[in-house]
């Protein structure tokens, strides 16, 4: 990313919410990588914004797990642990197996692998045109189908707490070498047994994906 492009142009939203947006995409691009500090003074400048709303929006993504205040530091970009994540795949992945197992054993099956199916068409788009933002979208839109498609409304609560620290976990396992094809390929395979009703197989297609994903995951972690 170069100089000048975090600057913030006047759109419909407001201005906090732009560089909300604005600040999340530098992480996940990491323009800003884990352990980078992040200096007011600086992002005022980069942003072209108020003190006050750059410490508006720091506070915001604290609350969403990917900054952190370091004592004598200050404000940096959150640096993901290897138990943290194994954690985080953890929750994801028995609440999306069990979505998956509900999807597959509702009565609109076919109707909700329709659906999830249109959003993996999305995802190869995004992978095609090397689109990291529409993968990421389109992804997320995936599983909050499959969650209340299923009826697990609390279960996509507790996922959605989550739900940037997923994304930045996501945001490194998508550049991974072959994920392009095989992410995509596991995904279709759970739709591919929530279409015949398999709850089982949808079950441990499902938590196969996830295993798959945290174990690119860890190793991008430890390297």
């Known amino acids: 990313m170069v100089a000048g492009t975090l600057r913030v142009e006047r759109e419909a939203k407001s201005l906090r919410e732009l560089t909300l ?30 003190r006050s709303v750059v410490r ?3 506070r915001h993504l604290e609350a969403e797990g990917i ?11 959150a640096i993901l642990t290897r138990s943290q994540a194994r954690q985080i795949y ?3 992945g028995y609440l999306e197996a069990l979505a998956a197992r509900a999807c597959a054993e509702s009565l609109d099956a076919s109707a909700v692998a329709d659906t999830l199916d ?13 689109d990291a933002a529409l993968i990421l979208e ?11 498609a ?12 989550l739900h940037m620290r997923i994304t930045h976990l996501r945001s490194i396992t998508i550049a ?16 591919a047994a929530i279409r015949a009703r398999d709850g089982e197989a949808a079950f441990s297609a499902s938590l196969l994906h996830v295993t798959r994903a945290q174990g690119l995951a860890l190793q991008e972690i430890d390297a």
Request: glycine share 6%; aromatic share 6%.
């Open 67 to 77: 900054v952190e205040t370091v004592p004598n530091r200050g404000p940096i970009v």
């Open 56 to 58: 508006e929006v720091l």
């Open 118 to 130: 249109a959003k993996l068409h999305r995802i190869a788009d995004g992978y095609a045109n090397k």
């Open 21 to 50: 947006d604005r600040m999340r995409r530098a992480i996940l691009d990491q323009h800003f990588k884990p352990g980078d500090r992040l200096v007011e003074r600086e992002l005022c400048e980069q942003l072209a914004v108020s």
């Open 176 to 191: 991974t070498p072959g994920r392009a094809t095989d992410g995509p390929e596991e995904m279709r395979r759970i739709v």
């Open 150 to 161: 299923s009826g697990r409304e609390i279960a996509w609560d507790i996922v959605s707490a």
């Open 90 to 92: 953890e929750v994801r």
């Open 138 to 148: 389109a992804t997320a839109e995936f599983y909050q189908c499959m969650f209340l």
